[in-house]
Structures are given as structure tokens and as C-alpha cells.
């Protein structure tokens, strides 16, 4: 069974941050692009925060997010990981995780004024 486990989310306050990690089990995704949406409350649409090419030289970011989310690519151990800083609260949302067409399941981040 081929999955995708994000982890990393939670409560933090403007202005902190927090590292979500993405884990593939079942195949390998050497050769995906991976990356990370997000979707707002309210029934907002999920939109693209970052993403990464699967040799992870080239990385594309939101506009919304240039500068203060980084995200990476560690092949040892078939991770992708989304290091968010400077956080702000209209960066709440449930992050999900895609390689390729797979996707997670979300982990949910809240950033409280």
C-alpha cells in the first residue's frame, strides 16, 4: 500500500515556526516531484505553497510564502520536509503532502494572534 504521512503540524503563535515532514512507505518516489497545498477553513480552495523536483534542485514557492517557507528534499530517507517561519495567521490551514499523484492526508496547522 503506497502512503504518504505528514507530520510536524500544531498551535503556534505569530511570528514562530514549525517543520512539517512528509514520509512515503510502500514504493519509492524517486522520481515524483513533490510538494505541499494547503487549504484555508471556510470551504477556501486548496492552494500551492511549495514544491520540489525529484532530484531537488529546483524548488517553486507561493508568492505568499517567498522568504519564509523552505521546503527540502532528504532521498536517505524518502522525506520531504517544509520548514515554516515567520508565521502568520493567514497561514492556517491544513497542509497536504504530493508526490506525484499521491497525496496525504493532512496535518493541520493553526498560527494564533
Known amino acids: 500500500q503506497v502512503q504518504l504521512v505528514e507530520s510536524g503540524g500544531g498551535l503556534v503563535q505569530v511570528g514562530g515556526s514549525l517543520r512539517l515532514s512528509c514520509a512515503a512507505s510502500?514504493?519509492?518516489?524517486?522520481?515524483?516531484?513533490w510538494g505541499w497545498f494547503r487549504q484555508a477553513p471556510g470551504g477556501k480552495e486548496r492552494e500551492f505553497v511549495a514544491?520540489?523536483?525529484?532530484?531537488?534542485?529546483?524548488?517553486h514557492y507561493a508568492d505568499s510564502v517567498k522568504g519564509r517557507f523552505a521546503i527540502s528534499r532528504h532521498r536517505d530517507n524518502n522525506t520531504v520536509s517544509l520548514q515554516m517561519n515567520n508565521l502568520k495567521p493567514a497561514d492556517t490551514a491544513v497542509y497536504y503532502c504530493?508526490?506525484?499523484?499521491?497525496w496525504g492526508q493532512g496535518t493541520q496547522v493553526t498560527v494564533s494572534s
Open positions: 510502500g514504493r519509492a518516489f524517486s522520481s515524483y516531484n
Open positions: 504530493y508526490a506525484g499523484p499521491q
Open positions: 514544491s520540489i523536483n525529484w532530484s531537488g534542485g529546483s524548488t
